[in-house]
């Protein structure tokens, strides 16, 4: 059966590093039983400059018809002045809310061959395989009331960091089953001696933990959290926190792989349609200069391959030929050590489909 993929490159680095993934999308076509429909759309600041909004309604419509979203980055310079509802970031945030992609998942793992490009010592990240499981679509980044406004003669803002008992116990359930493919250890993140929105995340998710006894559930407060990610992280495997503790831990934990564009995301709803995006930003410095990394949008694509469209097979094969790709010594800048090959955004997913092939 074909697949149909909505293609939103987005800004910045968006349209090179996605370009490099549907060229391996291509390269997987009709092999392992796939085939694909790609439809491409604009968002973030080419929504903007296209249409005057940040999601298009023709892009949502799409979105909502595909069977899978692959997004390169949005945001830029250019649009900081804008208005907040037309800002880039704004777009990113209502697909993830009209989509009801509730489950961000994240893994952090290092390559040996990236061993180098961590800015730790390589004992303390060798064999690093961590999963973090964000709540994406609710916290403070959602709640009302929110604004900025005048009291007492002085600028105001405020944000409220909401969840229900119900948002909780379903981005549970994704983290627990995931924990039960894993190492069965989960650790759940929060701030629960400061915050009463933390305290009602804590209480669910041990009562969720009664439905998988055999997962070891801990705790662990987010400011001790960041501490141990650096001091110790191979303790932990798969950890599950709210939307913008998840949305710090993940980007901390990226630096544990040696860098931020090895790292792919999927953003899933109760049915396991995503959206499958690299962690990182638009990067609008090296934008057109054909040096970003598309390793961590391949990454994605193999996501995709793994937990929408169920192909276990054809998502090793991605995940292998990127680890050939840095067995054979090519480097993009970001990645690049003493005696490899750099090259460039073009190259390296050139490489990869070489790799496949």
């Keep these: 059966m074909t697949k149909k993929i909505a293609v939103l490159p987005g800004d910045g680095i968006g349209p090179e590093i996605v370009c490099e993934a549907?060229?391996?999308?291509?390269?997987?076509?009709?092999?392992?039983?796939?085939?694909?429909?790609?439809?491409?759309?604009?968002?973030?600041?080419?929504?903007?400059?296209?249409?005057?909004?940040?999601?298009?309604?023709?892009?949502?419509?799409?979105?909502?018809?595909?069977?899978?979203?692959?997004?390169?980055?949005?945001g830029g310079p250019q649009y900081d002045k804008l208005d907040r509802p037309l800002r880039p970031e704004r777009?990113?945030?209502?697909?993830?809310?009209?989509?009801?992609?509730?489950?961000?998942?994240?893994?952090?793992?290092?390559?040996?061959?990236?061993?180098?490009?961590?800015?730790?010592?390589?004992?303390?990240?060798?064999?690093?395989?961590?999963?973090?499981?964000?709540?994406?679509?609710?916290?403070?980044?959602?709640g009302q009331p929110r604004g900025i406004e005048v009291?007492?003669?002085?600028?105001?803002?405020?944000?409220?960091?909401?969840?229900?008992?119900?948002?909780?116990?379903?981005?549970?359930?994704?983290?627990?089953?995931?924990?039960?493919?894993?190492?069965?250890k989960l650790c759940s993140v929060e701030k629960a001696n400061v915050l009463e929105c933390s305290e009602l995340w804590k209480e669910v998710v041990i009562e969720v933990s009664k439905e998988y006894p055999e997962v070891a559930l801990s705790h662990m407060y987010v400011d001790n959290a960041a501490m141990q990610l650096v001091r110790a992280p191979k303790q932990?495997?798969?950890?599950?926190?709210?939307?913008?503790?998840?949305?710090?831990?993940?980007?901390?934990a990226s630096m544990l792989t040696g860098?931020?564009?090895?790292?792919?995301?999927?953003?899933?709803?109760?049915?396991?349609?995503?959206?499958?995006?690299?962690?990182?930003?638009?990067?609008?410095?090296?934008?057109?200069?054909?040096?970003?990394?598309?390793?961590?949008?391949?990454?994605?694509?193999?996501?995709?391959l793994r937990y929408t469209f169920g192909n276990e097979a054809a998502a090793q094969r991605v995940d292998d030929a990127v680890r050939k790709v840095l067995q054979q010594g090519y480097r993009t800048s970001d990645i690049m050590s003493q005696g490899m090959r750099r090259v460039g955004c073009t190259e390296m997913g050139d490489a990869v489909v070489a790799a496949l092939q």
């Excluded at 003669?153 to 008992?165: A, H, I, P």
């Design 22 to 74: 549907v060229k391996v999308l291509q390269a997987l076509q009709n092999s392992d039983g796939l085939s694909f429909e790609l439809e491409y759309a604009n968002i973030g600041g080419a929504g903007y400059d296209a249409e005057g909004d940040p999601l298009p309604d023709s892009t949502l419509k799409l979105a909502k018809a595909a069977d899978a979203i692959l997004l390169g980055a949005v």
């Design 259 to 304: 860098s931020i564009g090895m790292l792919p995301s999927a953003s899933l709803d109760q049915n396991n349609k995503g959206m499958y995006e690299p962690i990182h930003g638009s990067a609008p410095d090296i934008a057109g200069k054909n040096i970003a990394n598309p390793l961590a949008t391949i990454l994605s694509v193999s996501m995709m």
């Design 236 to 252: 932990f495997d798969v950890v599950v926190t709210g939307n913008i503790f998840g949305d710090i831990l993940s980007d901390a």
């Design 151 to 184: 009291r007492n003669g002085e600028r105001v803002g405020f944000n409220t960091m909401l969840y229900s008992e119900s948002e909780v116990r379903r981005v549970a359930h994704v983290a627990f089953q995931i924990a039960m493919k894993r190492d069965k």
């Design 91 to 142: 777009g990113l945030l209502r697909i993830r809310k009209e989509l009801n992609l509730f489950a961000n998942l994240r893994p952090a793992m290092l390559y040996p061959e990236l061993a180098e490009a961590s800015t730790l010592k390589p004992e303390v990240v060798a064999g690093l395989d961590i999963m973090i499981v964000r709540e994406l679509t609710g916290d403070v980044y959602f």
